[in-house]
Nanobody, 125 residues
Framework: QVQLVESGGGLVQAGGSLRLSCTAS????????VGWFRRAPGKEREGVSY????????YYGDSVKERFTIFRDNAKNTVYLQMNRLKPEDTAVYYC??????????????????WGQGTQVTVSS
């Protein structure tokens, strides 16, 4: 059974850190590009970060650059999102997604094959 499971969300004060995990079952994550997305209440889904399956190239949305880091642990079949210097505006449900084929635009949500159920991140001021 193909599945993506996110974990690591929670409540943190502004300026704090969290590390989200996205663990795959039923397929090998290193052959897939992985994106992190988020959706805040009342807002549209936003692409947060992306890691390629070809050269491990990374991409970040403007709002999280220099604060968030995406990386893989292939032995654990997991992709992580390290989030530092969190802000209240980072509050959202965070989702990971995996894509087998090359993406024209890394945050084209419709091009991803598998999605997790999401994990809540709440940053208090």
């Amino acid at each position: 059974q193909v599945q993506l499971v996110e974990s690591g969300g929670g409540l943190v004060q502004a300026g704090g850190s969290l590390r989200l995990s996205c663990t795959a079952s039923g397929f090998t994550m290193r052959y897939y590009a992985v994106g992190w997305f988020r959706r805040a209440p009342g807002k549209e889904r936003e692409g947060v970060s992306y890691i390629s399956n070809r050269d491990n190239g990374k991409y970040y949305g403007d709002s999280v650059k220099e604060r968030f880091t995406i990386f893989r642990d292939n032995a654990k079949n997991t992709v992580y999102l390290q989030m530092n210097r969190l802000k209240p505006e980072d509050t959202a449900v965070y989702y990971c997604a995996a894509a087998k084929e090359a993406l024209g635009y890394v945050f084209a949500a419709e091009d991803y094959d598998y999605w997790g159920q999401g994990t809540q991140v709440t940053v208090s001021s």
